[in-house]
Structures are given as C-alpha cells and as structure tokens.
C-alpha cells in the first residue's frame, strides 16, 4: 500500500504539473527583489535552474514559430560578467517573457552587460543586482555601439536574428585558431622589438649623432696611452636571444662608441657601448645564425655572412643593401681585402674559400685545399699574403692546420707552419712587431713568425685558459704589451706579451666567453662577449 501511495501521489504532482497554465504563478517560488521587479515564472535565482513544463514550452516553441522577431533571449557579453552574471544562454529553453515592463530610457551610462541586448530587455543578472548600485562609472559606448541594439531588433538581417535568438557560438577550426593565435603572437613580438627587421627587408637607417663622442674626443689628437688593466664592468648588455659569436669596435677612431655583435638568433647589432649602451639597431637579414660580420674600413658599411649561405653588405647610414649573394657553403669567417675594400675574403663549411668582388657581384678567385673548414683568415704583408686555419687535425694532416696563401696567384707559399695536433679556431696579428697569435685547442696560445717560414716560437707560449671547442678569440692590445683571450669556463685572461706572464683574471660570464677586443682609442676599455649571449664593457 505505501508503494501504490507513492505512485499514486507521483501521478497526482504530475497531473498537476501538466494542468498548470502557462500564466500562473507558484505560490512558492514568487518572489521580490529590493529594487520591486516580480520574478519570471519557474526560474530560482538562488539556484540558477530552469522549472518549465511540458504545456509552457510547446507554448513557447509555438510562439516563436509565429514571431521569431518578438522573442529573443537576453543576451550577456560574454566574458566581461562578474560574480553576478546569468548561466549560460545554451542552456536556457526558449520561454515566453514575463509580462513585466523595465524602463527603456538609457542611462548616461549604460551597462556592460546591456551590450548587445535588445532595447527592451535586460538579462536576469543584472535585474537581480539592480538594487546594487557600483561606485565606480562604465565607459561612454560610442554611437555606433549604442545605436547597434536597435538597429538589430529593428532593421538588421535575417542571420543576425537568428544568431542573437539561438546564442550560438560558431565553431573554429583547430588550425584557424592556431594561425590566429600565431599572428597574435607575431604581432606581439614586433611591438615588443620595434628596431628590429624582417628577414629579406631593408633595414632603416642607423641614427647615429653626428658629433663624436665626448669620452673619445680627448684622445684623438693625442697618442695611444699604455693599456691599463681594467677591473670594472661599464655596460652589461642583454638583447640578443642566442650565444654571441664575436664583437668589433668601429674602424673609424671618431665613431669607434659603436660595437657590432653577432649572434646564432640570426641577428647582428649595433651599440652605443661608450655613452649609453643602448641598442642602435638590429639587422635581422639572415635565416640562419649569423657567425661572421666585419665593418667595412671606411666605418659606412657591413658585411655578414651566415649559416644559410648569404652575403650581406649593408650601409648603415641610408639603411640599404649594397650587395647579397649566395656562397654555396655555411660562413664561419669574413675579412676585407686591405689594399682594395671592394673585394673581400669568405670561407667556411667548404675545402674552398672564395675572393668576391662587391662592384660585379661574382667570385674573382678560388682558394682550394684538402679540408672540410675553415676556421679564420688573417691578412699579412698589407694584404699580399694570407693565412687560413683548418680542421685539419690528423697524424698525416697537421700540415694543414695553418696554410699560408698568395692572395695574386692562389698559390700555397706554406703549409709546414703548426704540426701539433690541436686545431686553431682563430688568429690575430700582433700591431707592432711581425709575428701574430693562434689559438688552439690545447688551451694556449701559440707565437708564430709573420714572415716566411712563419716558424712558431718555442720561448714563449700563453697558458692557463680553456678552449674545449669552442671558438675563443684572441687579440692584442693596440699598444702591443697586452694579450687578452676569453675562456670556456667564462673569465676573461690577459697575458704581458713579453714575458708571458698572467696580468690579470676577470670572471666575466657565466658561460663560455668567445669574443674579447680592446678598444681602439680608450686606453682601458674592453669588449667580451660569451655563449649565453650577454656582452660586458669593461673599464
């Protein structure tokens, strides 16, 4: 009997449920805001769930069968509600609106949520906190905006109507969303970096002053000072986004406050590293790391080469390109010509390295040899002979470590100059006296003869830096009684040139320190560069 109660009693709430009419009220659920308005029929705003009958929703349906225009859901502007804001419209039923008028006067200003919302309705949440008043003022809604509503209730089309009463949101493909969210990105990337440029487009002009700077201006007109050891780090500079390959110093004593850096980002800069270390601009000309970048001599003009097998001379002054081409091979090293700078020197990945000439555009000379790289090139004899370092580390090619070549001819005047084992990633020459540098990769410094044969010094060798691959530089100071190198450990060594003794130990970097160049006016300013792709200007 209680069973059959049970049912019965099922049935008799549900027969009441049905013969409910659509305009009656529940005694129970009827209720009042603050602010005066009669809550719709079997909506609860406490808990947010719709109570509809069967008889109400055919009703409903039927009604916006009739006038589709007549019955619209309110609509939230989504994403913009707070702690008050109205479920989801998709998963409202469509239901006849209560028989209560709001006022349709806008107000100076109106809502957020009104947004988008007919003129004559207003949602749910925001009849139900209308009694909260915020302390705060929206935003004036331009004209547009505020005369959208009505032009979508009255005049607009027949697919905004039906997407303002069905509230659909329309589906995105997977990839449209990623290419929308890649251009956002892109978008953000460029406001970020306004210097920097697209690859294959034109730079813009460097600004630089004209006048020189003011801390070098005092030591044009007099002669270069003894180098003095220095100890404090000046600038610290942050922007490249990859290891740093190299930095040079401006040729032309008067504009000699700009730095250039190379990086594996694909980029190569140009800083004020005197004044104010700032960022004058970035070339972004490469699609592959950039390993090499020289100053022309005038000081007007720059040459890269990078791993994606171009050439770029590029006057910073006007911002264009004066000349591009294709090597076949990844560039490691550049070097102009010093009795003709229209013609430069480029090697790299290849057995051969390349004479180009920028007034034809072609390759006037080839210097070919029995290896896979080459490391660096360094002109001796005002530019009628020079050296090339390789890879070449064999038992039976430690011949070909270091070859002497005759720039005319592209004859081998020697390739009997280093026969140890280790390879030399770079070479430089000493300003005074005829010898110059190779770093090599048995962690010294080797002293060679800058005349024919080029036979290394047994007295003197430079110790106690780590090479371990990497591609150290190496450089003397412009007086000559300083040698500085990096390290891969990060310091930052120097050496007296006489006596080959340590001078002084920096902890430059964290990282591996590849590049180090003196200044070529200030008598105690320094450039070091390092892998993690941090630069310091020490003095």
Known sequence: MSSMASLVSYDDSDSEAETETVGSFNAARQMKDASGVAEPPGQDFASGILVRTKEEVQSTKHSFREDPGSHRLPLARLGKGGWGSCPSQRLQWPRKEPEVTFPTSESSHPSLWMTGAPASHMPLAAAHLKQVKPSWDF??????????????????????????????????????????????????????????????????????????????????????????????VLFHLRSHRGPVNSVQWCPVLSKSHMLLSTSMDKTYKIWNAVDSGCCLQTYSLHNEAVRAAQWSPCGRRILSGGFDFALHLTDV??????????????????????????????????????????????????????????????????????????????????????????????????????????????????????????????????LFSAVWPYRMSRRRRYEGHKVEGYSVGCECSPGGDLLVTGSADGRVLMYSFRTASRACTLQGHTQACVGTTYHPVLPSVLATCSWGGDIKIWH
Not at 190 to 219: D, H, M, N
Not at 362 to 388: H, N
Not at 419 to 424: I, V
């Open 317 to 446: 002054e006007t911002g264009t390109q004066l000349f591009s081409g294709q090597s076949g091979f990844r560039i490691t090293t550049l070097k102009f010509y010093p009795k003709d700078h229209n013609i430069f020197l480029c090697g790299g990945f290849s057995s051969e390295m390349k004479a180009w000439d920028i007034r034809t555009g072609k390759v006037v000379r080839g210097y070919k040899a029995t290896i896979q790289q080459t490391l660096d090139i360094l002109f001796l004899q005002e530019g009628s002979e020079f050296l090339s370092s390789t890879d070449a580390s064999t038992r039976d090619s430690a011949d070909r470590t270091i070859i002497a070549w005759d720039f005319r001819t592209s004859a081998k005047i020697s390739n009997q100059i280093f026969h140890e084992r280790y390879t030399c990633p770079s070479l430089a020459l000493h300003p005074r006296e005829p010898v110059f540098l190779a770093q090599t990769n048995g962690n010294y410094l080797a």
């Open 139 to 232: 935003p004036k809604l331009s004209s547009r905006a505020q005369s959208e509503p009505e032009t979508i209730g009255k005049n607009g089309t027949s697919f905004q109507r039906k997407r303002h009463e069905d509230c659909v949101v329309p589906y995105t493909p997977k990839r449209l969303r990623q290419q929308q969210a890649l251009s956002t990105e892109t978008r953000k990337n460029k406001g970020a970096e306004p210097q920097g440029t697209s690859v294959g487009c034109a730079p813009a002009p460097l600004c630089v002053a004209p006048r020189v700077s003011e801390f070098i201006q005092p030591y044009l007109d007099s002669q270069y000072k003894e180098t003095k050891v220095p100890r404090k």
